[in-house]
């Protein structure tokens, strides 16, 4: 199946500190990436879909200055968390869809723990 | 996207089939179940998708019932890796549609 390259895979920060996330789209190309992010035992929540070369798509409750979006290429979405907060300390997950195929590649996922 | 109900947990003997259900009464006739399963800390992993017919694949088998409105995923031989949480997930196939994840059920298979 495709592969959806997550880095890095964890990161601890300060708080107050921006720290960015990369998703990559290791051998296919996609026009739309999705965030997601995960706190223990819960489910995923999606927070946002990344269209390349136009803004993202902020699910409700999302802060769109708190988490941006940039997909600049129809390869690569980057997830920046700005200024974060303990409260941010999560596990985020980025996916992406092949246009040849109706299914959806997950990353490995990102271990965000902010101190 | 139509709402999906899966049992909390479920466990399985090691060896033994799997099954695994999900039901979905409000799916649209252009939505597909797709099955995921997520192990700890890694990213979800897709297992099947379909439409109306029965699929399987080298990971599982998905049987859809003639009215759609439930459907159970099949480990045939379940394994120790095979403990994972299982999400069932229906949605339209067309391009860009998200995917909204349910609670899924937590599946633990015995040794």
């Known amino acids: 199946g495709a592969v959806v390259s997550q880095h890095p895979s964890r990161v601890i920060c300060k708080s107050g500190t921006s720290v960015k996330i990369e998703c990559r789209s290791l051998d296919f190309q996609a026009t739309t990436m999705f965030w997601y992010r995960q706190f223990p035992k819960q489910s995923l929540m999606l927070m946002a879909t990344s269209n390349e070369g136009s803004k993202a798509t902020y699910e409700q409750g999302v802060e769109k200055d708190k988490f941006l979006i940039n997909h600049a290429s129809l390869t690569l979405s980057t997830l920046t968390v700005t200024s974060a907060h303990p409260e941010d300390s999560s596990f985020y997950i980025c996916?992406?869809?092949?246009?040849?195929?109706?299914?959806?590649?997950f990353g490995s996922g990102t271990q965000l723990s902010v101190l | 996207d139509a709402k999906t109900t899966q049992p909390t947990s479920m466990d399985c003997a090691e060896g033994r089939a799997a099954n695994l259900p999900c039901n979905h009464s409000t799916i649209s006739g252009n939505e597909y179940v797709y099955w995921y399963r997520q192990i700890h800390s890694q990213g979800p992993q897709y297992i099947i998708h379909?439409?109306?017919n029965n699929e399987t694949n080298e990971m599982a088998s998905l049987i859809i019932t003639e009215d759609r409105k439930s459907s159970t995923l099949i480990l045939p031989h379940a394994t120790l890796r095979d403990t994972a949480v299982y999400y069932c997930i229906v949605r339209p196939s067309n391009t860009g549609n998200q995917f909204y994840f349910g609670t899924g059920t937590s599946l633990t298979v015995i040794p």
């Open positions: 379909g439409l109306k």
């Open positions: 996916s992406a869809r092949d246009l040849q195929d109706e299914k959806l590649f």
